[in-house]
C-alpha cells in the first residue's frame, strides 16, 4: 500500500532534476518519502528525509525546495533562509521560493534583501495558471516597499495585481482558483490598497479614482461604507481639508466604533479654522453614540489640552479606565497624559491595576475584574513600549518618584525597569529594579526582580555592586532567594574583582548548594571564575573533566566554556577544535560563530570565513531576538567582533559603522573594548583627535574593567594614547 502511494507522490511532484541514473534512485526515495510524510503533518521525519535526499544528491533542487517550507514550518527560520538562497542560486526563476524567502528575511526585518527577493518573485511569476500566488506575491512586495519608505514605488505592483482581476478577470476565473464575485471581491480589496499607497505617495487625484473604482467593485457593504472615509484621507493629503471635513462627516453618520476618525475629525476641524468647534462637536456625537468609547476617549483628550477643562476630562479618562481595557482606547489616554505633561497619571494607573493583580490581598477580586485589570495593565504596557517618547517621559515621572521617596505597587517598579532597560538607561532601571527587589512579595516575583536586576548590573558590569548585593542577600534570613543563587553570581564577581579565595569559595559553596537541574551551570561558573582569575590550566583541568562527565545533550554548551579557557590558556588549535566541534553538530551556534570568528580575526589568518562567521552569529541572534520581542535588534559583542574583522581586512568605512554602532548600544557603550577597537579604526582613518578622545573613554573603563589588566589592555592602550598626546 505504501509503495503504491509513494509512486503517486512521485508522479505527482515530478522529481525530474534527480536525473535517471541508478546512484540518484536512494535520494528519490528519500525525497519521495518526505513528500509522504509531509502530507501526514510527520514535519520532522518529512525533515529527515528531505536531509537525507539532498545529501544523497548535491545537484537535486526539490529536496531542497520542500526543505524551505519545513524549515520555516518548524521553526528553523535561518536554515530556511540559507536553503531558499541554495534554491534560488540553483533556480533563479523559482517564484514560489523566492517569495517564501520575501516572507522569512521580512520576519528577521531584514527590509532590504527582502524586497530584493519579492521583486525576483514577482519577476518571475504565471498568473495565468496561478493567479492566487500571483496576487500574494505582488500584494507582499507593495508591502515591502511600502514599509521601506518608498509608497511611490509601491504603486506598480499594487496596479499589476488590480490589472490581473480586473482586465483579465475571465483568465482568472478561468483557472478555477476564483469565482467571478471573489474576484471582483480581490480587485476591490487590492484597488483599495492601491488607494492608501497613492494617498501616501502624493498622488492623492489617482487615489480618488482607486477608491471610487474599489467601491463600485465590492459586493461587501463595508468596502463602499469606507469610500467616504478613504476619499477624506485623499482630499487631505491633496491640502483640501474642507472637502475632506465634508467627506469624514458623511463617514461619521455611521458611527464608526475607532479612535483614528474622531482624531481626523478633531484636526480637520482645526484645519478649516474651527478649532473653538472641536470639543462642543465631539460632544455632541458622543451625546448622539453615548456607548462609543473610543469617541469618547478622544473627547477627553481633546478637553484635556485645555488647562480649566482638565478635571472634566479627567473624571472622563476615570470612567473610561473603569469601562475598557481596549489598546486603542487605552493609548489615547496615556498618550494625553504625556503631551500635557502628566505622565504620573500614567504610574497612577498602573497602580491601579495592579492592585487588583496583587497574590496576597486580603479580600480576592472576582476572576471577571483580574481578567479586566490583567488587560488593562498588558494596554498600558504594550503602548509605552511602542512609543519611546512616552516611555522616557513615563521614566522621568518615575525618576522624580524615586527622588521624592513616592512608593509603587512591586509590579509597577518592575515595568519601570524593564523599560529603562529597554531604553538603555541602565542606572535608573538599575534603580527601579532595587525598588522592585524591596517591594515584591516572597516567591517567584522576588526571584525574578533580583534576576533582573543582576541582569542590569552585570550589563554595566558593576562587579562590586554585585557582590554586594550577593552578600546582602546571603545575610537576609529570608531573603526569598536561594542561597546558590547568590553564590552564583557572587564567584564570578569576585573573581572579576581578583578576589580569587572567596571567589572560589563562592563557586564551591553554589556547587554544594545546586540542585541536580542546576549542577552543571555552576560547575561552569567555577570555570569562568578561574579563567577571570587567570587560573588557566585550572580552569582547563575543570572544562575538560565536565566535557568527559557531560551528557550527550550538553556537550555543546560545556565546549564553549572550555574553548574560551583553552582560549586564554594559548592552546589556540585546542579552542579552535572546540569550536569547531561546536559548529559540526550545530552549524548556528551563534556563541560559537562569533567567538571562532573573532579568534581569526584576532590571528589575522582566514579573514574571509572569520567575516562569514560573524555574519551568520548577527543574523541569527538578530532572529533569536526578534523572536524574543529583544528591543535592541543586534548583539554588541558581535558587531565589535564584525568591526574587528573588517579592521583586519583593511575596510576601514565598513568597519567605523560596525563598531560605531556597536557603541550605541547600552551593552557596547559600557564595554571598554568597543571603545578600544572603534579608536584603533579612527587611528588608521587618520582621525587622531576623535581617536584620542574614545582611547581615553576606553582606558577610563579599564580602571574598573579586569580584562585592562588581565588582558595587557590597559598596558597596551597606554602606548597607544602616547602616540597621540
Not at 620 to 641: F, H, M, T, V
Request: net charge neutral; glycine share 6%.
Amino acid at each position: 500500500m505504501i509503495a503504491g502511494v509513494l509512486a503517486g507522490v512521485l508522479l505527482a511532484a515530478g522529481p525530474a532534476d534527480f536525473g535517471p541514473t541508478d546512484a540518484k534512485k536512494d535520494a528519490l526515495a528519500r525525497y519521495g518519502a518526505g513528500l509522504w510524510q509531509a502530507r501526514r503533518d510527520r514535519l520532522l521525519s518529512a525533515a529527515k528525509s528531505h536531509e537525507a535526499a539532498a545529501k544523497q544528491d548535491p545537484e537535486a533542487v526539490a529536496p531542497r525546495r520542500e526543505l524551505v517550507k519545513l524549515y520555516a514550518q518548524l521553526g528553523r527560520e535561518p536554515d530556511a533562509v540559507k536553503m531558499a538562497r541554495a534554491v534560488l542560486a540553483k533556480e533563479p526563476h523559482d517564484a514560489e521560493t523566492a517569495h517564501t524567502l520575501a516572507t522569512l528575511l521580512a520576519d528577521a526585518g531584514e527590509l532590504k534583501e527582502a524586497v530584493a527577493a519579492a521583486k525576483l518573485a514577482a519577476e518571475h511569476l504565471d498568473p495565468d495558471t496561478r493567479p492566487d500566488r500571483a496576487l500574494a506575491v505582488l500584494r507582499d512586495l507593495a508591502a515591502l516597499i511600502n514599509k521601506a519608505g518608498e509608497p511611490a514605488a509601491a504603486v506598480a505592483p499594487l496596479r499589476t495585481a488590480a490589472e490581473l482581476f480586473t482586465d483579465r478577470k475571465k483568465a482568472v476565473v478561468a483557472s478555477g482558483y476564483y469565482t467571478a464575485a471573489e474576484a471582483d471581491a480581490e480587485a476591490a480589496d487590492t484597488l483599495e490598497r492601491l488607494g492608501k499607497v497613492l494617498v501616501k505617495a502624493g498622488k492623492p487625484a489617482d487615489a480618488v479614482t482607486a477608491f471610487q473604482s474599489a467601491a463600485k467593485l465590492a459586493a461587501e457593504p463595508a468596502v463602499a461604507a469606507r469610500l467616504d472615509w478613504n476619499l477624506s484621507a485623499a482630499h487631505q493629503a491633496a491640502g483640501d481639508p474642507a472637502a475632506a471635513l465634508a467627506r469624514l462627516e458623511a463617514f461619521l453618520k455611521l458611527k464608526p466604533i475607532a479612535v483614528e476618525p474622531y482624531e481626523r475629525y478633531a484636526k480637520l476641524l482645526r484645519d478649516t479654522g474651527r478649532a473653538a468647534a472641536v470639543v462642543p462637536s465631539l460632544q455632541r456625537l458622543s451625546e448622539r453614540d453615548p456607548k462609543n468609547l473610543p469617541l469618547r476617549a478622544v473627547l477627553a483628550a481633546e478637553a484635556a489640552g485645555d488647562p480649566d477643562a482638565r478635571p472634566e476630562a479627567d473624571a472622563l479618562f476615570g470612567r473610561l479606565a473603569a469601562e475598557t481595557a481596549d489598546p486603542k482606547v487605552v493609548r489615547v489616554a496615556v498618550r494625553s497624559h504625556v503631551e500635557t505633561g502628566r505622565a504620573n497619571l500614567i504610574l497612577a494607573d498602573l497602580d491601579r491595576v495592579y492592585k487588583v493583580l496583587k497574590p496576597d490581598r486580603d479580600d480576592p477580586p472576582a476572576e471577571g475584574d483580574t481578567t479586566f485589570a490583567a488587560d488593562r495593565a498588558a494596554a498600558l504596557t504594550e503602548a509605552l513600549r511602542a512609543e519611546p517618547d512616552w516611555t522616557a517621559a513615563v521614566l522621568r515621572a518615575a525618576a522624580d518618584d524615586l527622588r521624592a521617596g513616592t512608593t509603587h505597587s512591586y509590579p509597577t517598579w518592575h515595568l519601570l525597569g524593564t523599560l529603562a532597560g529597554r531604553a538603555g538607561k541602565l542606572d535608573l532601571a538599575a534603580a527601579q529594579f532595587r525598588q522592585a527587589v524591596q517591594a515584591a512579595p516572597f516567591g517567584p516575583a522576588r526571584v525574578e526582580s533580583y534576576a533582573r536586576l543582576m541582569d542590569i548590573l552585570w550589563r554595566l558590569r558593576r562587579h562590586r555592586e554585585i557582590a554586594d548585593l550577593c552578600r546582602e542577600g546571603l545575610r537576609a534570613r529570608r531573603s526569598g532567594v536561594a542561597e546558590v543563587f547568590f553564590n552564583y553570581h557572587l564567584a564570578y564577581a569576585l573573581a572579576e574583582l581578583g578576589e580569587a579565595d572567596a571567589a572560589l569559595a563562592a563557586a564551591d559553596a553554589a556547587i554544594a548548594q545546586a540542585g541536580d537541574t542546576d549542577r552543571l551551570a555552576v560547575r561552569l561558573r567555577k570555570v569562568y571564575a578561574l579563567k577571570s582569575l587567570g587560573r588557566w590550566d585550572e580552569a582547563v583541568q575543570l572544562g575538560k573533566r565536565l566535557l568527559a562527565e557531560a551528557d550527550p545533550g550538553d556537550r555543546n554548551r560545556v565546549r564553549y566554556v572550555l574553548a574560551a579557557a583553552l582560549w586564554g590558556a594559548g592552546d589556540r588549535t585546542a579552542a579552535e577544535a572546540e569550536l569547531r566541534a561546536i559548529l559540526d553538530a550545530d552549524p548556528d551556534h551563534a556563541g560559537a560563530c562569533n567567538d571562532l570568528g573573532y579568534h581569526l580575526a584576532e590571528q589575522g589568518r582566514d579573514l574571509p570565513e572569520a567575516e562569514r562567521l560573524i555574519r551568520n552569529a548577527l543574523a541569527i541572534d538578530r532572529a533569536d531576538r526578534r523572536k524574543a520581542g529583544d528591543p535592541e535588534p543586534e548583539n554588541a559583542a558581535y558587531l565589535d567582533s564584525l568591526g574587528w574583522v573588517l579592521f583586519r581586512k583593511g575596510d576601514l568605512p565598513a568597519a567605523r559603522a560596525a563598531l560605531e554602532k556597536a557603541s550605541a548600544i547600552p551593552d557596547g557603550a559600557a564595554d571598554a573594548v568597543v571603545w578600544d577597537h572603534l579608536g584603533d579604526v579612527l587611528f588608521r582613518l587618520g582621525e587622531k583627535s576623535k581617536a584620542k578622545a574614545v582611547w581615553e573613554k576606553a582606558a577610563g573603563m579599564y580602571q574598573t574593567d579586569p580584562r585592562g589588566k588581565r588582558d595587557g589592555r590597559a598596558d597596551e592602550l597606554a602606548k597607544k594614547l602616547k602616540r597621540v598626546s
